[in-house]
Each structure stands twice: as structure tokens, then as C-alpha cells.
């Protein structure tokens, strides 16, 4: 069966000049206001159930199985090991959505991005103030869990505290991989594709649940190419006691990553976009 | 009355010296929007087929065609939601190729399709399309109160957009084209699909913008609208333009003063009752029994028809109008798509 493209579907588009990529930080924060209002508007009421959820991963997993896991893992008791993980999914989840179906809703339903673009804002300042507020908003869902995880005595090192500016950082790269997907996608549809590929098994498979020491080298190999991986070994670090090194290690990847895949919704949307 | 207990510069009033914000703009003598040579393709389909159009800055200009003759892909070549295919495109001076950002900053812009932010009040609405400009929610308050005024929608700022009317909407979209205080407003169908009270309401508006300097460029399916509102206009269909001219000069042109509207009985030959007026019709449209002549004098037309040798079920003499050119021009077949 033919795919029906939605209309004005564009792939990748022209490659663009450097100049055509650097973002006006102003214009890009109007981009961004926008977002956080809505947001601030709808918290409340639809958003919050999604706040919930990394708290029932934490429950079933870290106290439920838990219990069952009597000398927790590499000296960590389970719950303790499983909680720093679940700061670094709230963030990829958030992201995810709202790069997704957010941003989709946005530019092919309500056609937003029609007026925002034919204002001075350019396609690098729409992608820029998007995946700014999506990752401020993984930020905020990252800090609701730390600030739980923290009060029931899951975190162990002070270093903790300066887990939100990672957290951000994440977020960006969550952002920016979930905006490449949807400036690409042809039709909504494929969304399956890429919660249940990639999504799910980054979150099941990315070392929140269990360490990779006792499995195949191939394994840990493979979670090195993904985000969530790197995230997760840097909130863990920072909960329990970090090795300096090994962050900048991780933080470098998520930075790089971010700023290699940035370019690729800005030309995708401006070619669906301003055709 | 001192200037001080008087808000200075409503908009749509006459303006304060020195207000920047509602600085009323003499026509200069530089053109809005220039276009040589100007087309885009989608793909196979072309939808501008090089065409060249000079809008004079500080009247209105308008845009006229059936669907899919290129009216909106012009448009949008013009406000950066197309790019320039091939050809020569200036607005306000600039090049529509390289200065697109540029350009935009000292436009406004109402699209066809209403495009207002639902999650936002109409307040806030306003307010974030100046932030879009870079005016931060503080600089642009007095602004966003007179476009409120202006749209005389002050009293539903604080609703949520949805709540509004169809009409109230397609006013705040104008609202909105102005927080930047633009030179030149595109406006693609700017009364589609509202009811008569509401489309007399943003013709006035949009009356008030003009009489304030700004040019205004519109694409319509009325000729009402055209008619009322439009300096200048031209005709477009498949991608071309067909004719270019004022209102008046057009239908003296291409239609004459008056129509004579027949409704031809059943035995009346048509080509046979043309033949006898030659000469003296300007022109006509028949269709579907339904001929319609014009001429300098359409009663005195109409009295030198033999009734009985062409009987006919009614006749009504009238001015020429726009329609009627617009007909003539595009033919009358139903344009499907687009």
C-alpha cells in the first residue's frame, strides 16, 4: 500500500548556510516564553498524571522487586541503585512527548509555525526556542524526582545538587533527537516506530534497571551509542558519589551529539515549512 | 481638550506628532512589492508563471482570481512562507531572496487560514506576537491596549481565543498583523467565510489602516470587497496575470457602464439577436440560456430589441460591476481544488 505523505512533507531539504543555523537567542526565547505559558496554564489539570509516573517505576522496581534483590547491586541496595535512573528517564520521557506530539500538534494541526515564521523568527530560532523549552521542561520533571528520590533517602552524595544542569543538558539531546524525528517523519503514524523502538528499550536497556558488568561486552557497547546511557551514568554518579572524569566523559557525548543533530530539523523545517 | 488627558496616538485616530508607534506614513514614492519575471513551481505543477506587478506603497492592492490561479503562492512569496522560484521579487526595497528576515520585521501578515494561538487569551496572543519581533511583554503593552481598541474586541481580552466569534477572530488575525506597526499588510482573504456584519466590520478596519499610510495588499473572491476597498488590482488565473488596473478603469474597459441581463424565452435564438445588436453591444456572456450584453446604454439597448422575434422571460438593465469583468476574464466553469 502507498504511504500518504501529509501534506507539504519535505525530507531533509537544501543544506543550509552557517548563518542560516545560529539561532537569535532573543527570538528563540519568544519561542520559548510561549511554550512555558501554555505549559504553566496546563500543568495543573492535564500534565499532572505524567509527573506520577517514574514514582510507580520506583515503587514496583525499587521497593517492589527490590525487596527480592538482597544485596542490591555492587553494594548498592536495589532501590538506591534504580532511583538516579529515574531522574534521567522523567527527563527523556518529557522530552520525548513533547518533541513529538507537542511540536507535530503545533506546526501541522494548528499551524502555529505558519505565523511564527512569517514573523522575523527563522526555522533555526523556532527549533532552537522548542528544544530550549522542551529540555527546561524535562528539567522540571528531572528536579520533581530528584527532589522525592532525595527525601525518602535514595541519594547518598551531596554532589546530587548538581544534577539539574545535567539533566538539562540531556534533555537538549532527548529534544533534539525527538525534533529530528518529527521534522523527518512523513505522517504521524510512524510515532509507533519511534516510542516503541527506540523510546521503550532505551528506557528498559540503558543500565536504570540493572548494570551491564556481569553481561556480553556488546551490550554495554550498544548503550553507548544511546543518550539515555550517558544521562543515566551521570545522575548515578552524581547521587553516589562521581567520578569527575567519567562525567565529563558523558557530557561531552550528550553536548556533541546535541550540536551534530541540531542542523537536521532546522533544514528539514524549513523545507516543509517555506517550501 | 490638552493633549495630556488624551491617550495619545489611538489607533486609527489621527496621530500625535512624534509618536513612533502610530506614525501615519505618507505614500512614498518608492513601491511596496515589486515583482519581474517572478514564478514557483511545486514540483511539475507551476503555480506563478512569470509574472511582473508594481504595488505603489500607501494604497491597496488587490488580488483577484479564481482558485488556484497563484494568488496565495504570490502572497506567500512575499511574507517568507514561500521561496522565491525564479524571477525578481523587492519588497519595501528589499530582496525577497537574501533579506527574508529583514522583510518580515516590517510586514504584517494575515493569512487564509485562521492560525490564532487557542491555548492563549487574545491578550496574550497579541503580546506574544510582539515578542516575536523582540518586543518584550512591558514595551508592547501600549501597543497590544490600542490594537484591543482598534479591533474593538477590548473587552474579550482576557477570554480564551476559542471563545471568540468567526468575525471577532478574523479581527483579532488583523489585530495581530500589527504589533510590529508594519509599512505593508498582506491580508490573503481576510473576510472569507464571514457573515455581512462581520466582514463590514474588518472592511472598516482595514479602511482605517489605509487611511493611516499603510499599504495594504489583498487577495479576495468578492468583487464587493475589491470594489470597495481597492485602489488598484489585478486579475490573475493559471499562474498569469490577466489584466491590471483601478476598479472603474477595469470595468469601463472590459465590461462598459451597464449590463443588460437577459433571460432568453425558449425559442429565442441568441447568436441570431446578437447579430442584430452589433455594433452596439460592447461585448457579452451567454450561458445557460442566461445572456448578458454590455453596453454604453443598456435601456436604450434593451428598447431596440424586437420582442416578438426574440422573446425573452425578463431583462434587467444595471451598472457593469467587477463580477462582471471578473467573468469575462476567468470564464464561468467551476474551478475545483486549490
New interface residues.
Partial sequence: MAMSYEPGYAGLGDRLHIRDLIPAP??A???W??NA??FS??WKGALLPTFLDPFFYLLALGFGLGTYIAHGINGVPYKEFVAPGLIASAAMWSSAFETTYNVYFRMNE???Y?????????PQDLVAGDIAWSSTRATVYGIVVLIVVAAVGLVSSPWAILIPPFVLLGGMCFSVIGYTFTSLIPKIDLYSYFFTLGITPMFLFSGIFFPFNQLPGWVEVVAWFTPLYHLVEITRGLATGPDAVQILIHTMWLAVVTALLFPIPVRALRAR??? | MTASNEPAGRVGEKPAPGDRRIRARPASNGSAVLARKLAKSYGSRVAVDGIDFEVPAGICFGFLGPNGAGKTTTMKMIYGLARVGAGELRVLGMDARRERREIKARIGVVSQETNLDGDLTVRENLTQQASYFGIDAHDSRPRVDELLEFSLIADRGDDRVQALSGGMKRRLMVARSMVNDPELIVLDEPTTGLDPQARLAVWRSLERLKRRGVTLLLTTHYMEEASRLCDRLLIMDEGRIVTEGTPAALILQHAGREALELELGEDCDASELLDTLAGRAGGHELHDGALTIFAQDADELLRSIDHDRFPTDSAIVRRATLEDVFLRLTGRSLREGE
Avoid: C, G, M, W
Avoid at chain 1, 505558519?114 to 527563522?122: A, G, I, M
Fill in positions: 532573543r527570538l526565547a519568544a519561542v516564553r510561549r505559558q501554555v496554564k496546563l494548528l499551524r502555529l505558519d505565523n511564527v515564521l512569517s514573523t522575523p523568527v527563522e515549512l517555506v517550501p
